[in-house]
């Protein structure tokens, strides 16, 4: 007898491809669209799970691009300011709607209604609260700090050979007035939160495939030869909005984000999935890669996935050898840069008063 699963490749089938791989050793990635050169220049933006692509490409010393580098800066400054950690200033892109406006923001193609927040000691951008360690002292601060981040990051989109654009989330707040999306819910980390002026959104799958196609669009409108690769952060989220059970949220915001992604890369030979998210979130190590918070990614699991990276968008020869899954908590995490992390922070705050 014949039938169709006869002679497919091992990969293509559990037990092979997931349930015998050696610890550390599970590849999901087949056949990538293209590869990274040494002459390609790499641009990041995303989630927080994003910080970890860069680093890595830094570290292998490919063109990592960096169009907002503070270079003037004391190295200690630089990165108390939140400079290298994307390719510009603009902080955790958490949504696809929010990479949308920021190319629009960018490119002269949306001036939001609200520029500036308030804080409790100063002022801040609302769609990066967190990109000083402190507030500005004037709201004009706040201004002249945005019009040099939006140059550098039109330098971005208009010069990156290979953009990688982590997806994080589907749930945001945005402006009644004009549809602007923020990082964090005002009132976080800066402004105050009025229900007659904000709303939340969680986007739909068909909302988030639309905004995606939207943003590959406008950037290929200024730079036709860029090759962009998605990643979706296996980190759930800190918190919902929904009524509902932060587990049930984060699986169907994940699903939506892994769904879109699959849908605008399909057949497009210039936009690549790389599976960061399978790796770390799949049942295959049972959430080992998780620290204990069951949130922050060991470096292991860090280290496993840019193995991948390297094996298949590098073109590197990486050995697929059995790695020890180290179970202590890990520290690596310290240092990434989340704006959701603002939200428990700001409870904490509240809750002591």
Request: glycine share 6%; hydrophobic share 40%; charged share 20%.
């Amino acid at each position: 007898m014949t039938h169709p699963y006869r002679g497919l490749p091992s990969h293509q089938f559990w037990n092979t491809g997931v349930a015998q791989a050696p610890p550390g050793g599970l590849d999901p990635m087949t056949s990538p669209k293209f590869t990274i050169t040494a002459s390609d220049t790499v641009a990041t933006m995303g989630s927080c799970f994003a910080q970890h692509i860069s680093r890595h490409l830094m570290k292998r010393g490919l063109s990592y691009y960096v169009a907002e580098d503070g270079a003037e800066l004391s190295p200690d400054e630089r990165v108390a300011r939140n400079f290298g950690v994307f390719s510009a200033r603009y902080g955790n892109v958490y949504t696809v709607r929010q990479a949308v406006q920021l190319f629009d923001r960018a490119f002269d193609m949306f001036s939001p209604a609200e520029s500036v927040w308030r804080s409790a000691s100063g002022y801040v951008d609302p769609f990066r609260p967190q990109i000083e360690p402190r507030p500005f002292s004037t709201a004009d601060q706040v201004l002249e700090s945005r019009d040099l981040h939006l140059e550098a990051v039109r330098r971005v989109f208009t010069d990156a050979s290979v953009l990688v654009f982590t997806l994080g989330l589907t749930e945001t707040f945005a402006s009644k007035q004009d549809g602007s999306v923020y990082p964090v819910a005002p009132g976080v980390s800066g402004g105050s939160f009025d229900p007659d002026k904000y709303t939340f959104i969680n986007f739909s799958v068909s909302e988030v495939i639309h905004d995606l196609r939207c943003f590959v669009e406008r950037v290929r409108s200024v730079n036709k030869s860029v090759k962009l690769i998605l990643t979706v952060s296996p980190v759930p989220l800190i918190a919902t909005y929904e009524p509902r059970h932060v587990l049930v949220s984060t699986t169907l915001s994940k699903s939506i984000l892994r769904v879109a992604a699959a849908e605008v890369s399909g057949d497009d030979a210039g936009i690549e999935y790389f599976p960061s998210y399978e790796i770390i979130s799949g049942s295959a190590l049972g959430g080992q890669y998780f620290d204990t918070d069951l949130r922050q990614v060991r470096q292991v699991g860090v280290d496993h996935v840019m193995k991948v990276f390297e094996r298949h968008l590098l073109g590197l020869t990486i050995p697929t050898s059995p790695t020890e899954v180290d179970l202590r908590p890990s520290a690596s995490h310290g240092n990434v840069v989340c704006d959701e992390e603002t939200i428990m922070r700001a409870l904490d705050a509240t809750d002591g008063q």
